[in-house]
C-alpha cells in the first residue's frame, strides 16, 4: 500500500490523516446515519412507555419490535462503526504506518451498512431472534463480523509493518478488541445454543463481553490517547496504564453471568462472576487514578477542548458505571434491582454516557484533521455538549432514583404489581424529557459533521487552530 | 453439560489464553523493558509533548494561561 511513497521510512502525522481521511470519515458517517435512526426509535419507545397506546395500531411500531431495534440500531450501527473508525484512525497514528486495506474496508463497510439495513426491516417484520443484545437475525450478525474480521486483518498487518517498536495501552486495548469481537460474534452466531437456559447464558455472556471487549477497550484507548495528546502531558503512569489492561483482559471476560443471578444455571457460573465482576475494581480504579493524577491541574485546558469535554466526561462515566457495575453483581443488590428500571439506566450511563460520549469527544478530534476544515461553530459544539451531558444526567437520576424504590416495592409481598409500576410513571416522563435533550444534541451533531463534509466551501476562511498554534510554538 | 455450555466455557477459556499468550509475546518480545518510555508514544516531532492541541474554545477567553501550560511543562520535567 505505501510503496509509492518516497520516504518509506517515516510518514508523517498529517500523511497518516490524510490517507486516513475517506476510510474514517465513511466509517463515521455511516455511523452518525445510525445514532439518527436509533436516536428516532428511541424516543418512540420512550414516550410509549409511559403513552402505551400511542402507534399502537401497527404491529411494526410495537414497543417489542421498536424498542430493541433502538439497542441493535446503536450498538452495531453507531457505536460500531463509528467505534471502528475512531479505531483504525487512532491505530495508524500510533503504529506510525497508514490504513491498511483501504479498499476493502470501504466495501465492507458497505456491506455492513446494507446488512443493518436489512436486519432493522427484518426486526421491524418481526423476525427477531429475540435475544436482547441479539435481535438481529444470524445473518445479519455474521455479515458484520465478516466485515470487522476484514478490519482485523487491516489491523494485524498494520501491526506487522508497523514503524515503532514499542507498544502504546491504546494500540494493546485496539487489537485485543479486534481479536475479541469476532470470536464473541462467530460463538453467539452458532446454531447450539437451543435449550433456554444455555441460550441465556450464551446471551449475557455475549452481551456482557460485547461492552467489555469491544466497546470499552475502544473508549479507553481514546482516552489514553486524547487526555495525554490535547494537554500535551504524558499519561501519568504509564505502568498503571498497562496493569489497567491487563486486568481487563483476565477479569472482563468472566462477568456476563451477573445477569442470572437467581437464574435456573449453575450456581458456580454465576458465583465466578460475581467474583470476577467484583475484581473489575482493580483495573477500573487504576484507569481512573491514571486518568485523573493526568487531568488534575489542567481543568482550563479541559474546557478549552471540545474533544476534552466529551472525553473528560466519558471516562468519568466509566468509572462511575464499572464501580456501580461491581456493586449490582452483588446477590443483595441484585435482589432488590433485578428488573428495574435501575438497571435499563446501568445500561446507558455504559453505552451513553460512556462510549457514546467518547466517541463525540474523538470525532471533535478526528474529523478536523482528517479533512482540514475547521468546526462550523464553536457555540453549537458546546450546545451539543451541555444537551447530551445533562441529558444523560437526567436520565440517569431519574430511573436510578426510581428504580431502586421500585426494585423495594417489587420485593414486598404487600405492595400490588400494578403500583410497583404507575409509581414509575413520572419518571418515565423524565426519561423521555432528556430523551429529546439528547436528540436535540444529537441533531446538532449531525449538522456539524455534515456541514463539515457536504459544504466545506461554506467552513471559516480562519487558519486552521491547531496550525496557528503550531506555529506558535514553533516561533 | 450441553455442548452449548461446554462452547461457553471453552471461548471464555480461549479469550483468556489469547490473552497469556499475548502477554508472554509481549514479555519476551522487550515491551515492558523501558515502561514510562511508553507514555511518550502519542508525541513526536510534530506534535511535541508540553503542546497543547485542541484548545478551539480559548480565542474566546483572555491569554491568560500562557504561564500555566509553562508550569505544566516545568511539573512534567521535574517527575520525568
Redesign the interface.
Given at each position: 500500500m505505501n510503496s509509492g511513497s518516497s520516504k518509506p521510512s517515516q510518514f508523517?502525522?498529517?500523511e497518516l490523516d490524510q490517507k486516513a481521511r475517506y476510510v474514517v470519515l465513511f466509517l463515521v458517517l455511516s455511523g452518525v446515519f445510525w445514532l439518527l435512526f436509533g436516536t428516532l426509535l428511541a424516543l418512540v419507545a420512550s414516550l410509549k412507555m409511559h403513552l402505551p397506546d400511542w402507534l399502537g395500531t401497527a404491529g411494526w411500531l410495537t414497543f417489542g419490535r421498536v424498542r430493541p431495534l433502538h439497542l441493535n440500531t446503536m450498538v452495531y450501527g453507531w457505536a460500531s462503526l463509528t467505534g471502528a473508525g475512531v479505531a483504525l484512525w487512532l491505530l495508524s497514528?500510533?503504529l506510525k504506518v497508514p490504513i491498511m486495506l483501504r479498499g476493502y474496508i470501504i466495501v465492507a463497510g458497505m456491506v455492513w451498512n446494507i446488512a443493518l439495513l436489512i436486519g432493522s426491516i427484518q426486526i421491524l417484520a418481526g423476525h427477531s431472534r429475540g435475544i436482547e443484545w441479539l435481535e438481529f437475525p444470524v445473518s445479519t450478525m455474521v455479515l458484520i463480523v465478516l466485515c470487522v474480521i476484514i478490519m482485523s486483518a487491516s489491523v494485524l498487518m498494520m501491526l506487522v509493518m508497523r514503524k515503532?517498536?514499542?507498544?502504546?495501552?491504546s494500540v494493546w486495548y485496539l487489537?485485543?478488541a479486534f481479536?475479541?469481537f469476532p470470536?464473541?460474534g462467530l460463538?453467539s452466531s452458532?446454531p447450539?445454543?437451543?435449550?433456554p437456559t444455555?441460550?441465556a447464558?450464551?446471551n449475557w455472556?455475549y452481551a456482557h463481553?460485547a461492552l467489555g471487549?469491544w466497546f470499552t477497550p475502544v473508549g479507553l484507548a481514546a482516552a489514553y490517547?486524547f487526555i495525554?495528546?490535547?494537554?500535551?502531558?504524558?499519561?501519568y503512569?504509564?505502568?498503571l496504564?498497562?496493569l489497567g489492561f491487563?486486568g481487563l483482559?483476565?477479569f472482563y471476560?468472566?462477568n456476563g453471568f451477573h445477569h442470572l443471578i437467581g437464574g435456573p444455571v449453575p450456581t458456580w457460573f454465576v458465583t465466578i462472576s460475581i467474583s470476577a465482576s467484583v475484581m473489575m475494581v482493580i483495573p477500573v480504579v487504576v484507569v481512573a487514578v491514571n486518568h485523573h493524577m493526568t487531568v488534575v491541574?489542567?481543568f482550563?485546558?479541559v474546557?478549552?477542548?471540545?474533544?476534552?469535554r466529551f472525553v473528560v466526561f466519558a471516562a468519568m462515566s466509566y468509572t462511575f458505571v464499572s464501580l456501580q457495575g461491581a456493586m449490582q453483581a452483588l446477590r443483595s443488590a441484585n435482589e432488590v434491582i433485578h428488573f428495574t428500571h435501575f438497571v435499563v439506566a446501568h445500561a446507558h450511563i455504559g453505552m451513553y454516557a460512556f462510549v457514546t460520549m467518547m466517541l463525540f469527544g474523538a470525532c471533535?478530534?478526528i474529523i478536523p484533521r482528517i479533512t482540514m476544515r475547521?468546526?462550523h461553530s464553536?457555540g453549537l459544539i458546546?450546545w451539543h455538549f451541555w444537551l447530551t451531558a445533562i441529558g444523560i444526567f437526567i436520565y440517569t437520576v431519574a430511573l436510578q432514583g426510581i428504580g431502586v424504590f421500585q426494585g423495594f416495592a417489587m420485593i414486598n409481598p404487600d405492595v400490588p404489581f400494578t403500583d410497583t409500576v404507575t409509581m414509575t410513571i413520572p419518571y418515565l416522563v423524565a426519561r423521555s424529557v432528556s430523551g429529546l435533550l439528547m436528540t436535540a444534541g444529537h441533531l446538532i451533531f449531525a449538522w456539524l459533521v455534515f456541514r463539515m463534509t457536504w459544504r466545506p466551501d461554506e467552513q471559516p476562511a480562519t487558519p486552521l487552530?491547531?496550525n496557528k498554534?503550531?506555529e506558535e510554538?514553533a516561533s | 453439560m450441553?455442548?452449548?455450555?461446554l462452547?461457553?466455557v471453552l471461548?471464555?477459556l480461549?479469550?483468556?489464553g489469547?490473552?497469556l499468550v499475548?502477554?508472554l509475546w509481549?514479555f519476551f518480545n522487550?515491551?515492558?523493558d523501558?515502561?514510562?518510555?511508553?507514555?511518550?508514544?502519542?508525541?513526536?516531532e510534530?506534535?511535541?509533548?508540553?503542546?497543547?492541541?485542541?484548545?478551539?474554545?480559548?480565542?474566546?477567553?483572555k491569554e491568560e494561561?500562557e504561564d500555566?501550560?509553562e508550569e505544566?511543562n516545568e511539573?512534567?520535567s521535574t517527575e520525568r
Open positions: 508523517s502525522v498529517s497514528r500510533l515503532v517498536k514499542q507498544l502504546y495501552v487489537i485485543a481479536l475479541w470470536l464473541l460463538v452458532l447450539i445454543f437451543d435449550t444455555v441460550q447464558g450464551m455472556w463481553n471487549l490517547y495525554p495528546k490535547v494537554l500535551g502531558r504524558p499519561i503512569s504509564y505502568g496504564s498497562l491487563w483482559a483476565l471476560n468472566w491541574g489542567s482550563r485546558a474546557i478549552n477542548s471540545p474533544t476534552l471533535y478530534y475547521e468546526w464553536k458546546k487552530v491547531w498554534i503550531r510554538f | 450441553s455442548t452449548g455450555a462452547i461457553l471461548s471464555s480461549l479469550i483468556i489469547g490473552g499475548l502477554f509481549a522487550g515491551q515492558f523501558n515502561i514510562q518510555r511508553g507514555s511518550m508514544l502519542p508525541f513526536d510534530e506534535e511535541p509533548a508540553g503542546k497543547r492541541t485542541d484548545q478551539i474554545f480559548k480565542e474566546e477567553e494561561k500555566e501550560i505544566d511539573r512534567d
